[in-house]
């Protein structure tokens, strides 16, 4: 990863989960790192657990809200790479889920990263690239989860679209399976271990991702500059599952 030494990566979502280890895993290969998140607590504690003095950044912004987005990205250096993790997870039932919930999938997840490449393409710098978050929801819908589904079809093919719109720079999106992050905390609580370990036992590598393998993956799609348009699924072959 030696030609990410001295880049500036933005890592919108970049104070938990995927995104904090994408921060960490940057930082270690010699990157300059901003992250960006809404809450100012979890980003004051990432800036601590990630110990990195000047070579970190933070920025606290809500994705969905253009005008800080454009804000916050007028104030930081040219990004060389952005990657976009921002966005939850959002349940509902067509029927009986008020629009206001269901709209919020793809307010933060699609329109959030349009958000983003709108402030962040502009400032770009010669062979920069982006990351979108898809997600295994794509390719297996699961029953009372469909505003993720859509959303993360959506964040996949507007990397696809955007690849060829902005060309030369270059989109990819990651779409990761189970992953083992604070996510799950809110969402599963008490019943955490057991959905982990059931999740775990119809995956083929018997296991859940990794936060630190996801960010991998995303370092690979930054720094890999014939990959572009491309969906890399990180899930343990869970989707062919
Ligand atoms: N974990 C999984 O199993 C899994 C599977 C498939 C896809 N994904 C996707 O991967 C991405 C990262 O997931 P994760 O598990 O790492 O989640 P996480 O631990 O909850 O981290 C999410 C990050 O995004 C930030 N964020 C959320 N909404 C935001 C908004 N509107 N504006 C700005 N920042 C926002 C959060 O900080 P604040 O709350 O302070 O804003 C946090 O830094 C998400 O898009 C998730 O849906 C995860």
Known sequence: MTHLQDQHIIVVGGSSGIGLAVAA?????????????????????ARQQLDAGDALQTVAVDVTDE???QL?????????????SAAGFVGGSVLGTPMTELR????????????????????MTAGGSFVLTGGISTERPAKGAWPT?????????????LALELAPLR????????????????????SKADTFAAVAGRTPTGRLVTADEAAQAVLLLMSNASL????????GGLRLA
Do not use: K, Y
Not at 72 to 79: E, Y
Not at 104 to 123: F, K, Q, S, T, Y
């Open 72 to 84: 916050a990205f007028a104030g930081l250096p040219a990004p060389d790479h952005v990657h976009v």
């Open 67 to 69: 005008s800080t987005v």
């Open 228 to 235: 572009n348009g491309e969906i890399l699924h990180i899930d």
């Open 104 to 123: 919020a999938a793809l307010d933060a997840r699609l329109w959030g990263a349009v958000h983003v490449v709108r402030a962040a393409a502009p400032r």
């Open 25 to 45: 895993t940057a930082l270690r290969a010699g990157a300059r790192v901003s992250i960006m998140a809404r809450s100012r607590a979890r980003l004051d504690r």
């Open 171 to 190: 989109f990819n999106a990651i779409a990761p399976g189970w992953t083992d992050t604070p996510m799950w905390d809110g969402l599963l609580g008490a």
């Open 149 to 161: 589904a859509v959303a993360t079809a959506a964040a996949e093919q507007l990397a696809r679209c």
